[in-house]
């Protein structure tokens, strides 16, 4: 027994020592300060209650010997908008984070911003102190929060029907948001609407109205507003028709989705969706995926996809004209063509053949791969009619007499990778069919046209 008490003396002894030997260790400097990756971090632009993705930001211990954080507290405390995670540990005031020397720890932010009644953004303001020997040390954080309308039901479907969407504040769309049957939906110019994760505007046997102008465009994009997601698709789902009753997009970007415009459709002729001068572009599937629609589109472009630009599948009618469809995607392998023309499919072994028909006139059809038109249509007399009139494209495949004018594997020479504007020696300049009801006085920025005017949607004078 007395041995038994001596050994847990012993055992007691031997850890307080080390204990008080560890904290010795410790540089207890009155001058010692540590350092930071960042001083300043900022979240640009988060929408009220919906919170953020995290930042995050290191503290460095330049000194030979360890220091102990006696407090790592966010200014604001329990009030603060601000979550914060430092080595592992969470809470507003996190205590004794040990650095060894030359080491460093790091501390994630997250931020939630709490509605308020304002409609511009404003900026959510906060400090991380951190308190080393007796001095304080700090990091800033700002965020910058905006209300916004959002469109979400409990259980993942709203339906909406006969609304107008205003611009005054961005319009947030939360699972499906459907407009009911004959109803309508008018979008103002300059509105700027964001998808969550997953998130579909549903257009069903109604009519889309989207009236942008030249200098106040409505855009649709991902909810995610880091500047890391700028380029990012497939962030939400698009816009999805199903026989869309005389809709229109109108000076419109459409970006980083799955698919951009997604259309299915009787083919009736009241069923129509036109598109002028406007873009999809940067969608993880397709920019404009047509099942047996009817389309027209005039100065717009649909470009870099990982699949299909444009995709005209099971029949329909569609007419283009001073279109860009450019395919550069890079985010992955990609064998599709940036235009595919269909007028079949199969079902329980039998062919099922829809006539199609497709005007297609001074467009531009080009990306990054040796063949960017398909031709995927059933040989039965008159069913498939198409026609290229003054185009130029890309393809290695053989050529017919739907093919007029126009250059063949000619490349138009675009301004720079990221943007389709042409350089002022690309061929598309002052090459289009200006024929009676063919011409358009401007391009798709507003810009006056040349006489003859450039193939393609971007006149760049």
Known sequence: MRFTYFFLLLSISILIGLTNCRKENFLTDSGAKVEFSKDTVVFDTVFVTIGSTYERFTIKNPQNKALNLSSVRLANGTRSSFRMNVDGLSGVNIKDIEIPAKDSVFVFVEVTIDPNNQN????????????????????????????????????????????????????????????????????????????????????????????????????????????????????????????????????????????????????????????????????????????????????SQFGKAGTNSVALRLGGNYYFNHCTVDNYWTSSTRNSPALVINNYFESGGTTIVRSITAFINNTIIYGNNDNEIVLDTFPTPGQANYLFNTCIYKTDEPINSNFAGGFLNTDPKFKNSSSRELQSNSPARNNADNSPGLYLSLDIQGNMRSNPAAIGCFENP
């Not at 700028?230 to 026989?243: E, K």
Request: aromatic residues 12%; negative net charge; glycine residues 8%.
């Open 120 to 299: 511009n953004p404003f900026v959510i303001e906060d400090d991380i102190i951190v308190t080393v020997n007796g001095n304080e040390q700090s990091v800033h954080l700002a965020a910058w929060g905006q209300n916004a309308y959002f469109h979400y039901e409990a259980d993942g479907f709203l339906i909406i029907c006969n609304e107008t969407w205003l611009n005054d504040k961005p319009h947030v769309l939360y699972g499906i948001t459907a407009l009911d049957s004959a109803c309508t939906l008018d979008i103002q110019p300059g509105t700027q609407i964001y998808g969550h994760s997953g998130a579909m505007l549903y257009i069903y046997k109604s009519t889309l109205n989207v009236n942008g102008d030249p200098n106040n465009r409505v855009v649709f994009q991902g909810d995610r507003r880091e500047a890391s997601f700028n380029d990012v698709p497939g962030q939400w789902f698009g816009v999805r028709f199903f026989a869309p009753q005389n809709s229109l997009i109108n000076n419109t970007l459409i970006k980083n989705a799955t698919a951009g415009i997604y259309i299915d459709t009787f083919a009736a002729p009241s069923q129509t969706l036109t598109i002028n001068n406007s873009q999809s572009i940067n969608n993880s599937f397709a920019s404009l995926f047509a099942q047996g629609a009817n389309i027209r589109a005039e100065n």
